[in-house]
């Protein structure tokens, strides 16, 4: 196994912090923090170097907030030189890690995302139904041979232990002072149990989190030999041809997952035919189309019945709604949506072009009265 020393002057050097501080920055320039980081930058920068060569580094504390969607999930944010530090951190392991990640991990990395692992699965979906075979009492095409295995980890990020994470970041990275701000970076958050969990919301959480998982990764892949396996971020799917095999999959995944100090979701773990779609990533995927799922239906909904009353109010302008539209628009694209997605276009344009008019109807009400109007059942009843 090849390992790396000598990495953290490479990582508080001049050409590090300002790259970190370039990604740091991106998309983020009109913020109030990072415009007045922006005014000394380079004298920022200087004192980062220095706190981090010294170690003398110590992040601010984290500002949380707390976020409804519909799960009421707490979302850490750090201070803006804080996120420069975990960039520049991560500038230095990424290089290392990412080529041992397997293909099949979809989340926070280059070229990868929902949408790949959409048409992963699809790939997938095909080789296991050997191209759409059908079961002996079909009575329409969605209803092919096959299994999914759907799970994921029960409280994730609350519960990823920080030293069998720093023990496995250790097999590869033998430079004490950069595990050093590794834990400095993960002790900076307080889950409740001492040594346990990492912040949503944090560049390093999400590039940690794959490092963690990666063990369960390469288990099921070389261990399991699991041909059809699709993880993002928590939630994974394994299919196959045989419910016994994923059973003796989930039984053998559930014993592995003690040794990382984790546990499958025992509600969310299930083994589900093809036949009545699987739910995955925001969608309902059935052989022959997708839907998508009511939930994410009812949240565009009342967003932009939100955001149509912060326009009436001068707030925000057409434009920030049309994004959020386009936004979703270009989500529910992927799914068997025309009709929905032209009723919700229609039906906003609509909205802005009336704001001022008293008399104009209830947004959710004529949303939902369009969409039933449709011949098409965008929340089809289950099949057997």
């Not at 701000?181 to 958050?189: E, H």
């Not at 299930?270 to 839907?291: Q, S």
């Not at 209830?362 to 289950?382: D, E, G, M, R, V």
Request: net charge positive; with cysteine; proline share 4%.
């Amino acid at each position: 196994m090849k390992t790396y020393k000598k990495l953290y002057q490479q990582l508080y050097s001049w050409n590090n912090l300002e790259q970190a501080y370039e990604k740091a920055q991106r998309h983020k320039t009109g913020t109030p923090a990072v415009q007045e980081f922006e005014k000394h930058w380079q004298l920022n920068l200087c004192a980062l170097m220095k706190e981090l060569r010294n170690k003398t580094y110590k992040p601010q504390p984290l500002r949380k907030f707390i976020l409804r969607d519909p799960k009421t999930r707490t979302i850490c944010v750090s201070e803006f030189r804080d996120r420069i530090v975990h960039h520049a951190l991560i500038n230095i392991l990424q290089p290392i890690f990412e080529p041992r990640f397997i293909h099949d991990s979809y989340a926070s990395r280059k070229h990868k995302g929902t949408l790949p692992a959409i048409k992963r699965f699809d790939q997938f979906l095909k080789k296991v139904t050997k191209n759409g075979r059908l079961i002996y009492t079909a009575r329409n095409a969605n209803q092919v041979q096959g299994y999914a295995l759907k799970a994921d980890i029960k409280h994730y990020f609350d519960t990823v232990d920080h030293n069998i994470l720093l023990n496995i970041i250790a097999k590869r990275i033998k430079d004490q002072k950069v595990l050093w701000l590794a834990k400095v970076i993960l002790d900076n958050y307080n889950s409740g149990i001492p040594g346990k969990g990492m912040p949503l919301g944090n560049w390093t959480s999400q590039f940690f989190a794959n490092i963690y998982l990666n063990e369960l990764d390469q288990y099921i892949k070389h261990k399991l030999k699991a041909k059809y396996y699709i993880r993002y971020v928590d939630d994974f799917v394994i299919l196959h041809q045989n419910k016994t095999i994923l059973a003796d999959y989930k039984a053998k995944i559930k014993t592995f997952l003690q040794t990382l100090q984790l546990e499958l979701h025992p509600e969310k773990c299930k083994t589900i035919p093809l036949r009545r779609g699987i739910t995955f990533l925001g969608y309902r995927i059935f052989y022959k189309h997708k839907l998508v799922r009511q939930l994410n239906i009812r949240k565009i909904l009342k967003r932009l019945k939100e955001m149509l009353e912060l326009y009436k109010q001068d707030h925000i302008t057409a434009e920030d709604i049309l994004e959020t539209l386009h936004g979703w628009n270009a989500y529910a694209k992927h799914a068997n949506t025309h009709e929905l997605r032209t009723t919700l276009t229609q039906t906003t344009q609509k909205q802005l072009n009336t704001r001022t008019n008293p008399k104009k109807p209830n947004f959710l009400a004529h949303c939902h009265s369009s969409l039933y109007k449709t011949p098409i059942q965008f929340y089809p009843k289950k099949t057997k």
